[in-house]
């Protein structure tokens, strides 16, 4: 076996050329059998194995510099500098990331998690270089699919400004996480259909070199082409064509649903898990499908994640032109949805929280300041989303708190998010933000709408008295535990359910200091500029003491989601030990 004796990229470059393709076969089952094990990215990384060894046998990282857009597809360089034992060891299968990170290994530039930004970061280190009077080789692997985003437009147009040694090596399997979308993928296609000899060439247009190589799984042919490359003095384009999912079945045949893996039978593609029968994606995708049937003014928006609004690729072909992907490009994705909504359209755009980040300023600047009425739905905002530090996603509330005119709304049940969403899909007042809960499906049969909707106000879900606790969304069941908790000793408490992530209930909160010592505070996000200090500050002239509980402003790194809500002392039995002290003092 080749791969368990690879320490380095010095032992690839040591070892004969006909010795890859067996090597490049062991990481490629690698790749899978850590993957059903414990869920990873498959497709992207069975894509780019030949890619990967070929430039380890022609670059000299770390003294090259080597950057993997987004870095979900960097399993194979991991395996090739050190890290192999990782993904060959069941014991050590999560011992490193799943993105480059450079606290792991010198061979990894940037920790990185989110799409587009390799090029702007070559044009960074080809600077660097070129100002400090260095050489070495910049190399930009970039897929296909990350094209859609405008800062990789912005990064290829510098770099070819730049006039500097660039590489920028294009993977281009034919997919982003789901089906492209944008026009110059129909340029990729001619491109690949004419061996990139077609007229029309949009790298050469923008001022690179270009190369085309079609045969991006023969480990020689690639390391051929990069070898030409190596210590190039311009900007120059390498165009790959690769197979997503390239070694396994199951993910060749369906590639969109293997862009990430859960645990699986390697034998049969199924889950080791079967997944839940109902969840708010399902929840998502059936509610407004058949809302467009009555609506015709509907649009859903995704930007190339539409399994999370629950839009199977049936459903979307059944919607057509209203449901609308517009790549990996969440800037675009919002800006979009403002003139969706100006032009009379009723838009929906559900986005990870995680990218929504990407798309402060429009956010800001577009929606906004336009006051139209679009939907937002985040998903994954909360200690139970996405646990890898590139891709947290419970910085939303203190970000869209921020934004003026925009309500952000969080349900804690079945009944309350379908409720908000039709409420936020018949106002006309501005854009509305809803908080997709993350937990497992909740029912609250007997849920009714306030009587002045959920622009403002709290619910209260049980009175008492003493301690008020304001569990927000998903975090209601752990106040109404903590409550029982405090009864068995006692203490009567008030629950309160406040919908509104980003608003107080000044009201609400006035009549409750009247006759509560203590307030306490239960949300799933960061806990600083989040919902908690917003209460604090309403209550700020007020006789009573506020207790806050929240998650760190910090890049946790593959947590446990309960380990890392008992640090913050976010369980049942610590939040009733604190106010039973709290009471007592």
């Known amino acids: 076996m080749y791969l368990e004796r690879i320490k380095a990229p010095s032992d690839v470059r040591a070892l004969p050329a006909s010795a890859l393709p067996a090597l ?12 059903a094990a414990v869920g990873g990215h498959m497709g992207s990384n069975l894509a780019v194995v030949e890619l990967t060894v070929a430039i380890h046998r022609v ?57 587009s930004t390799s090029a702007s970061l070559a044009c960074g280190l080809a600077t660097a270089r070129d100002l400090a009077g260095e050489k070495y080789d910049v190399v930009a692997v970039i897929g296909d699919g990350s094209l859609s985003g405008g800062l990789a437009f912005e990064g290829l147009d510098n770099a070819a400004a730049l006039g500097s040694g660039i590489i920028v090596v294009i993977n281009d399997n034919e997919w982003s996480i789901a089906p492209n979308h944008g026009g110059i993928y129909r340029n990729l296609a001619e491109l690949r259909a004419t061996r990139g000899a077609a007229a029309h060439n949009v790298f050469r247009a923008l001022g690179f070199d270009y190369r085309y190589l079609g045969e991006g799984h023969d480990v020689s042919a690639v390391e051929a082409a990069l070898s030409e490359l190596r210590g190039c003095d311009h900007p120059v384009v390498l165009h790959v064509h690769t197979q997503k999912g ?42 407004l499908a058949e809302r467009m049937a009555c609506d015709q003014r509907l649009v859903a928006v995704s930007a190339a994640t539409p399994y999370i609004m629950g839009f199977t690729p049936e459903m979307r072909e059944r919607a057509g032109s209203r449901f609308v992907d517009v790549g990996i490009a969440e800037e675009h994705a919002v800006t979009y949805v403002t003139g969706l909504a100006r032009g009379g359209a009723r838009p929906v755009l559900g986005v990870y929280a995680t990218f929504l980040q990407r798309a402060y300023d429009e956010l800001w600047h577009d929606l906004c300041l336009n006051a139209v009425p679009a939907v937002l ?21 203190p970000m869209l708190g921020a934004m003026p005119g925009l309500p952000y ?21 501005g854009p509305v933000a809803i908080r997709v809960p993350v ?15 959920y622009a403002r106000g709290w619910e209260v879900v049980r009175r008492g008295c003493d301690v008020a606790l304001l569990a927000l969304g998903d975090l209601l069941p752990l106040g109404e535990k903590v409550a029982d908790a405090l009864a068995e000793r006692g203490v009567r408490a008030t629950v309160v359910n406040p919908r509104l992530a980003t608003t107080a209930d000044e009201d ?31 209550l700020a002239c007020e006789n009573v003491r506020v207790r806050c509980y929240g998650l760190p402003r910090a890049f946790e790194d593959r947590y446990e989601p309960k380990v890392l809500l008992g640090r913050c002392g976010m369980t ?14």
């Open 24 to 35: 490049c076969e062991e990481i490629r089952h690698a790749v899978i059998e850590s993957s």
């Open 59 to 115: 670059f000299e990282t770390p003294r090259d510099k080597v950057v993997f857009d987004v870095s979900h597809q960097t399993y194979p360089h991991k395996m090739l500098t050190g890290r192999a034992r990782a993904f060959l060891d069941p014991a050590h299968y999560e011992d490193v990331s799943g993105f480059s990170n450079p606290r792991e290994s010198e061979h990894d530039l940037f920790a990185m998690g989110h799409t």
């Open 246 to 287: 390239r070694g396994y079945a199951p993910a060749v045949a369906d590639p969109e649903s293997w862009h990430h893996a859960v645990p699986f039978d390697v034998a049969t593609g199924a889950p080791a898990v079967p997944g839940a029968s109902e969840d708010y994606a399902r929840i998502t995708g059936a509610y």
């Open 377 to 397: 739905l985040v998903f994954g905002a909360s200690a139970f989303g996405t646990t890898d530090a590139t891709h947290l996603g419970f910085f939303d509330i």
């Open 409 to 429: 709304l969080a349900p804690t049940c079945r009944e309350e998010y379908l409720d908000m969403l039709s409420w936020a899909l018949e106002q006309e007042d």
């Open 439 to 453: 937990a497992s499906v909740e029912s609250r049969p007997g849920f009714e709408r306030p009587a002045a909707g």
């Open 508 to 538: 609400l909160l006035g009549r409750l200091s009247a006759d509560h010592r203590l307030m306490v505070t239960l949300e799933d996000g960061v806990l600083e500029g989040g919902f908690g200090e917003r209460v604090a500050r309403a």
């Open 572 to 585: 049942v039995e610590g939040v009733t030990a604190d106010v039973l002290g709290l009471l007592r003092a």
